[in-house]
């Protein structure tokens, strides 16, 4: 029999708020069963897993889309405050569950790559500005994406050489370019490879026509080519172990 959730506990897994789950219910996106003399709401855990494994996708197709249009409020972040504001409620939910270290290596590494969305498209932004940024606690994962100029795009203009996003790629986590603004840019992927290597963190990393996986212990980058093309960047963090 499918286990039944209550509403507090399904807001709790997901990292929203009950406000949110209400909306979703009404708009038809996470529905939920009425039960009681008062009709509490509870949800079937196998819809929750479900939902949680379709945030990915949902980031990877706004990402490549043509035509795309703004996300849902509550996986949207149009300015870097609300980024900040929803980071630190990702910090409060993982503290419940996770260890002071884990939270604060997980947050500091979704931090970087939300905000080097912000730092290297500001005024830039081809269409819709922000980032996509959402997270599924039980399913241990973080998911970002932005339809900025990508990694490519933004290292060009001080590595004009720089033929394709697979070389691109591999010097933003490798290289050191230059410690002078705006050369910074992209130096902060080299902090996120560094944590993730050290520790029970995989990294699943995104932009133009290139792919990275990388996980503990990776001494050598795993750049590989994709079908699917994508002006900006898109990430999942996950985290195997709560320490």
């Not at 929203?16 to 855990?45: E, K, V």
């Not at 504001?85 to 884990?102: C, G, H, P, T, W």
């Not at 490798?174 to 996120?192: A, C, Q």
Request: glycine share 8%.
């Amino acid at each position: 029999m499918n286990q039944l959730l209550s509403i507090g506990q399904t807001a709790k897994l997901l990292g929203i708020s009950i406000d949110t789950l209400r909306r979703w219910d009404l708009a038809g996106r996470l529905r939920s069963i009425r039960s009681g003399p008062r009709g509490h709401r509870f949800y079937n855990r196998s819809d929750i897993d479900q939902y949680s494994q379709e945030i990915d996708s949902l980031a990877l197709n706004w990402a490549k889309s043509n035509n795309p249009i703004e996300p849902n409020s509550d996986v949207y972040c149009q300015t870097r405050d609300v980024f900040q504001a929803r980071l630190e409620k990702l910090q409060s939910e993982l503290s419940k569950i996770a260890s002071i270290e884990v939270v604060s290596l997980i947050t500091a590494v979704a931090g970087e790559i939300g905000n080097n969305s912000f730092d290297h498209n500001l005024g830039s932004w081809a269409d819709i500005p922000g980032i996509f940024f959402s997270y599924a606690i039980r399913n241990r994962k973080v998911v970002l994406a932005d339809r900025g100029q990508g990694i490519l795009t933004t290292l060009k203009r001080v590595r004009p050489e720089l033929l394709n996003s697979g070389e691109a790629m591999k010097m933003a986590f490798t290289e050191i370019i230059s410690g002078r603004y705006p050369e910074t840019r992209g130096n902060g992927l080299k902090f996120v490879r560094s944590i993730i290597v050290k520790n029970p963190f995989s990294l699943f990393f995104q932009t133009g026509d290139a792919k990275l996986f990388l996980k503990k212990n990776d001494i050598k980058l795993d750049i590989q080519p994709t079908g699917t093309i994508i002006n900006g960047c898109f990430a999942i963090i996950s985290f195997e172990e709560l320490l």
